[in-house]
């Protein structure tokens, strides 16, 4: 069975900063990897998403990689703004078996950045 | 354009009590979506729709959950003698087409079970 684990559960830095999130996978095969932004209250806003084949994608201040040999990704958020703070999941679907639309998520990571 | 809604936002229900939450996908999306989020945890699957189909409710945890998308558009999650630990946010999500694909998610049904 998939496990998606984050770390760290929970960041706090200062406006500015540049930071890192990290999601590891039990199981590399996977079909893609999302990751997600939750804000209080909402739903989840989808940032990127990686297919398998792929090492990296970029939007604007985000980047995120992924190395499936060793079931990890990383999203690196640059020169992080107030408007960043959020609980940011990743989630992974199975690669075979049929149901490569079925997300496992990790539990989030809690970003605060302070002004 | 509109994207996936989902009513009522919050929804309190006595123990024992039969709840239906609905869920409308962005207009046109062949891919409908069911997850359960725990506080404090991330989503987890609960069912998938093709259209009107059912291909998969292997996440429902119990038969007190049933859902339905009838015509292919509007889906209505019902859970049945609704107990605390059904006591979670529900969100829907919906995707263009079928299988694997990027999935837009509904702001979530907030379910507290008393």
């Known amino acids: 069975k998939q496990e998606v684990t984050q770390i760290p559960a929970a960041l706090s830095v200062p406006e500015g900063e540049n930071l890192v999130l990290n999601c590891s996978f039990t199981d590399s095969a996977i079909y893609n990897l999302q990751w997600f932004r939750q804000d209080p209250g909402k739903g989840l806003t989808s940032l990127l998403l990686i297919q398998s084949s792929q090492r990296e994608q970029t939007s604007g201040r985000l980047n995120a990689s992924l190395d499936k040999s060793s079931g990890r990704s990383t999203l690196y958020i640059a020169a992080s703004q107030p408007g960043d703070s959020a609980t940011y999941l990743c989630a992974v679907p199975p690669r075979f078996g049929g149901s490569n639309y079925k997300l496992t998520f990790g539990k989030g990571t809690l970003l605060t950045v302070n002004p | 354009g509109a994207g996936v809604s989902q009513s009522p936002r919050y929804k309190v229900a006595k123990r024992g009590q039969d709840v239906a939450l609905r869920c409308d996908p962005i207009?046109?999306?062949?891919?409908l979506f069911w997850y359960q989020q725990a506080l404090g945890q991330g989503p987890e699957f609960l069912t998938y729709?093709?259209?009107?189909?059912?291909?998969?409710k292997s996440g429902l945890p119990s038969d007190r959950f049933f859902a339905e998308r009838p015509e292919g558009s509007v889906s209505t999650l019902k859970i049945q003698r609704t107990q605390q630990e059904d006591s979670a946010v529900y969100l829907c999500a919906s995707s263009l087409e079928r299988g694997a694909n990027e999935q837009y998610f509904g702001p979530g049904t907030r379910l507290t079970v008393t």
């Open positions: 729709f093709q259209n009107e189909a059912q291909l998969d």
């Open positions: 207009s046109g999306h062949v891919s």
